[in-house]
């Protein structure tokens, strides 16, 4: 977490060179941001809208070896006395490969230990395969169009499986389509893609995020809701550092937790990734995170409605492996 000053600041401590950034203002409404090495440190996507890739020079200026500089950029990345919240992944240090395994060469950044990759490819307007280089399947897929008209953020989960997706930019039950995952679940080398234009237009440009749980630091997966204020506890075997929660049966936000923001329970403050709103619109909608997964402590529908909600989660220094990833 930090705090905006409208000048260029360094934001440290996060004991390792982030290669994706996930920006979110915390105290005001502002348009989050999406910053990756593979893309560059002046290439922006907003999770909460359709709009295409844009560039700005003054948001995230480098990628450093414990943490990013910020540059004097406002809205969305450093408003002074905004308060904001960083979530961020290591892949492979900007150094990306050329991944030729499926049938569309695409440009591949991985981290296999902590189950992460960052795939660019061109569409060709028809279904095809892209190699992720991972070790295992990802099970949480993140995939936008970069380029031409805009276009929303699909999804892929594990726990809906390939023949149905989810909209990043908006509070929607998953739907069903063949043209998004090509009815296909990704393989421990290829993700499927179909022939939507939200995948694969001819010769436009796509980013694709990918993650796979792995024992003791990250988990994909999906509980029932009670409608209850005894919520539903989800065992992830860590304690997480950060969750997120989507009703794929009904309307709901994504709404995420994390332990930089809640420092104790139970988690009063989630923030939504659907929508530019502040943090205290999403107060009234308490977890708690526990040393082995999260418990829902609310019947409000927002968070915890009867019927099958997907989440994710990421660990807090996991016991198992430390800073391995």
């Not at 065992?235 to 794929?248: A, E, L």
């Not at 988690?267 to 502040?278: E, F, H, S």
Request: contains cysteine.
């Amino acid at each position: 977490t930090y705090t905006g000053t409208g000048s260029t600041q360094s934001i440290t401590g996060l004991n390792f060179q982030p290669d994706l950034l996930w920006l979110k203002c915390r105290s005001i409404g502002q348009s989050a941001r999406l910053i990756d090495s593979s893309r560059g440190v002046s290439k922006t996507l907003t999770p909460a809208d359709t709009q295409n890739e844009q560039t700005e020079s003054n948001g995230i200026t480098s990628f450093d070896s414990d943490g990013f500089t910020i540059g004097s950029a406002t809205g969305g990345f450093n408003t002074g006395s905004a308060t904001y919240v960083a979530w961020a992944w290591r892949a492979n240090g900007g150094t990306t490969a050329s991944n030729s395994e499926g049938s569309t060469t695409c440009t591949v950044q991985a981290n296999t230990k902590g189950g992460f990759s960052m795939i660019t490819y061109t569409g060709t307007g028809s279904a095809a395969t892209l190699g992720h280089g991972l070790e295992k399947a990802p099970e949480f897929i993140m995939a936008k169009r970069r380029s031409s008209a805009a276009q929303s953020w699909k999804n892929y989960h594990v726990g809906l499986g390939a023949t149905k997706y989810l909209t990043l930019n908006a509070a929607d039950a998953a739907a069903t389509s063949s043209g998004m995952w090509n009815d296909t679940a990704p393989s421990t080398t290829l993700i499927s893609i179909g022939n939507e234009s939200n995948v694969s237009t001819s010769s436009l440009d796509y980013i694709i995020y990918a993650w796979h749980s792995v024992e003791g630091y990250s988990k994909f997966g999906t509980y029932e809701g009670n409608a209850n204020n005894d919520g539903t506890f989800v065992y992830t075997g860590f304690r997480p550092r950060m969750v997120f929660i989507k009703n794929s049966d009904g309307q709901s936000p994504w709404l995420v937790w994390d332990t930089a923001r809640a420092t104790f329970n139970p988690a009063n403050n989630g923030l939504a990734w659907n929508d530019d709103a502040a943090e205290s619109d999403y107060t009234g909608y308490p977890a708690d995170i526990l040393s082995n997964g999260f418990k829902l402590r609310s019947s409000n529908a927002t968070i915890n409605a009867s019927g099958t909600w997907i989440y994710g989660a990421w660990g807090d220094v996991p016991f198992k492996y430390n800073n391995t990833f």
